[in-house]
């Protein structure tokens, strides 16, 4: 990483370096110059701590994860999270399809409406995304600010790292399972709000607005999509 990107996880300002290593493989880690604490005390942490504190949702742990560190993963676990939630609605329609035909064991294993699943939950995401991102701009703009919208998106992308928990919410089916994706989907909203506030360096005001836009917007696509899919129904069966 260049020099002169760093951040202070505690306190956002710049910095040139997270360490210094010297002689014999001693290691002293750099001081702020304004807040006269670390620059960056995760990077003497076990991965494991890193993650538990940024699912935590601690500010100081999302710095570390998106400016102090080179993870360039945000598309791979885009189409993993992708893939979690697609798999999640394409259960739930399977399930409210089911059938004692034992013919439907073959049907089942269709993959056809799983893709579908995945493109719907890829249009939903990018809605969410060019929402939030559009909200941003024009506070930045209002501002007389310019705005970056690839570390935007890859923060967008890596906060929402929550998606992956829908899996086991799936395999360990209960009476409380709506109740689990609500607290999954919360979670999630959550980590970008406060993936926004790093990047941005903004009142929380600013970030919990952005994402509440982009959910509306996704809820208004997804609302229209059904409603469509309702009408080329019925039109089909009028046929």
């Known amino acids: 990483m260049a020099p002169g990107l760093f951040k202070c996880v505690e306190c956002n300002e710049d910095a040139n370096e997270l360490h210094r290593d010297y002689s014999n493989g001693i290691l002293k880690i750099t001081i702020c110059s304004s807040c006269k604490k670390p620059v960056d005390k995760y990077i003497e942490y076990d991965p494991v701590i890193v993650l538990i504190d ?19 993963i945000h598309w791979k676990l885009c189409v993993f999270c992708l ?42 995401l990018a809605v969410f995304c060019i929402g939030v991102l559009f909200i941003l701009w024009t ?8 705005l970056e919208f690839t570390p935007l998106l890859k923060a967008l992308l ?21 109740l689990c994706f609500s607290l999954i989907r919360l979670f999630v909203l959550t980590s970008n709000s406060q993936a926004i506030r790093v990047i941005l360096n903004c009142s929380r005001r600013l ?20 409603t469509l899919q309702v009408c080329s129904q019925d039109y089909l069966s009028m046929l």
């Open 54 to 72: 940024a699912t935590l949702c601690k500010i100081q742990a999302f710095r570390h994860i998106l400016f102090n560190t080179e993870i360039n």
């Open 83 to 124: 893939l979690c939630e697609a798999y999640l609605r394409w259960s739930l329609l399977q399930g409210s399809q089911a059938s004692n035909d034992p013919a439907d064991i073959i049907r089942y294993t269709k993959e056809w409406e799983f893709y579908c699943m995945f493109a719907l939950a890829a249009l939903e």
């Open 139 to 146: 506070s930045q703009r209002c501002c007389g600010c310019s």
């Open 158 to 178: 890596l906060s929402s790292y929550g998606k992956v928990l829908l899996i086991p919410a799936v395999i360990w089916e209960h009476d409380f399972s709506p």
């Open 207 to 226: 970030s919990l607005l952005a994402v509440c836009g982009g959910l509306l917007l996704e809820t208004w696509v997804a609302q229209a999509l059904k």
